[in-house]
């Protein structure tokens, strides 16, 4: 299984960010992808473009990289390192679980579930432009992969999405590729923040849907069920049993 992942200064981090900081999520960002495949990691490479001339500044960053290749015990077999403004582009290549989890795969029917809160990375982003030394900021900048949780989901889930871009947009990824709709109870979404949330990203945990037999294992059971998987080719949130709308649905990289 391979993925790659680009990150670019001021629009995936701050440009003041720590080196090490930039290197460390640059490369969790894009193992996440590997989870969502129902994969785990075995080797990455790396490209780096950066306009810095300070040697102390490559040593730190080496550091982030040493730092996430020893925590989730993978190898660095290659990269390569240009002028220019700054952008990380980390290569990422791993191994299927049981099975690739495909996002083009989800049943009328499915339950939705996602592993964890949503708006822990926007509320570490703006905790750390604001000086708040709080839990979040590792959240943003340190973003942690639960390869674990990717393992028992590859035995029962039908597809699998990591939130990056935002819950709604990345369910409607899915969706699009199923050809099927989704309907969500905003009440039994986990939130940090507010209902914007839903729409930013930066979340990076699994959206997963799974037949509704094992909604009792004691594991798809800890996670959080959101909602099911419709027959019609729509994402609707249902909140006090209205329909809420969105004027943005997710990031864009272009806008």
Known sequence: VHSVDIS?????????SMPQDIAYRSIAVALSDLAAMGSFPAFISIGLTS??????????????VEEILNEYQLKLVGGDVTNGEMSVCV?????????NILRSNAKVGDLIYITGPLGEGR??????KN???TKYIKKFFNPKVDFNKSEYISKYANSCIDISDGLIKDLTSICKSSKVGAELIYENIPLTND?????????????????????DNEFISKDFCIGEIKSNTKVIIKKDNSTVDFKKHGWDSFE
Not at 91 to 99: I, L, R, T
Not at 205 to 212: A, F, V
Request: charged share 30%; proline share 3%; hydrophobic share 25%.
């Open 123 to 128: 509320r570490g982003l703006e905790d750390w």
């Open 195 to 215: 209902i914007d949330d839903l729409s930013y990203g930066d979340d990076y945990k699994l959206c997963y849907t799974c037949s509704p037999e094992f909604k």
């Open 91 to 99: 290569n990422v290549f791993g191994y299927a679980y049981e099975k």
């Open 131 to 133: 000086k708040q030394q």
């Open 51 to 64: 306009n810095i001339n300070d040697l102390k500044w490559y040593e730190q960053f080496a550091c982030g």
């Open 8 to 16: 670019k200064i001021n629009s995936h981090f701050p440009e003041d």
